[in-house]
């Protein structure tokens, strides 16, 4: 079991920059894929960035430039920080960890989301 906890959401201008954070417990962190995932009003959960257990990162087409996925192995945590925000981005964001034998895409390389976090608000401004 693994449990994930999403912080840093928040109200930010267009232009602007914020830094998510997702805590994770449970067994086995560093055997997991992390990926961020983002649902906005009346639309589908989309896949936003994805990080393996050597780090290797993949980007939606919309974010890539100008967001960043990390995670701390020593702090059990995944980052998305993101900048140049657009209105466009305005969505509740998911953090996720997939260990199985699917991937998010056939051309996206991390493993399918077995865990979901509750989601964190981020609300863009123009």
């Known amino acids: 079991q693994v449990q994930l906890v999403e912080s840093g959401g928040g109200l930010v201008q267009a232009g602007g920059s914020l830094r998510l954070s997702c805590a994770a417990s449970?067994?086995?962190?560093?055997?997991?894929?992390m990926a961020w995932f983002r649902q906005a009003p009346g639309k589908e959960r989309d896949f936003v960035a994805g990080i393996n257990w050597s780090r290797n990162t993949y980007y939606a087409d919309s974010v890539k430039d100008r967001f960043t996925i990390s995670r701390d192995y020593a702090e059990n945590t995944v980052y998305l920080q993101m900048s140049d925000l657009k209105p466009d981005d305005t969505a509740v964001y998911y953090c996720?960890?997939?260990?199985?034998?699917?991937?998010?895409?056939?051309?996206?390389?991390?493993?399918?989301?077995?865990?979901w976090g509750q989601g964190t608000q981020v609300t863009v401004s123009s």
């Open positions: 996720t960890a997939g260990g199985g034998r699917l991937t998010v895409h056939q051309r996206i390389p991390i493993r399918a989301p077995d865990y």
């Open positions: 449970g067994r086995s962190f560093s055997t997991w894929d």
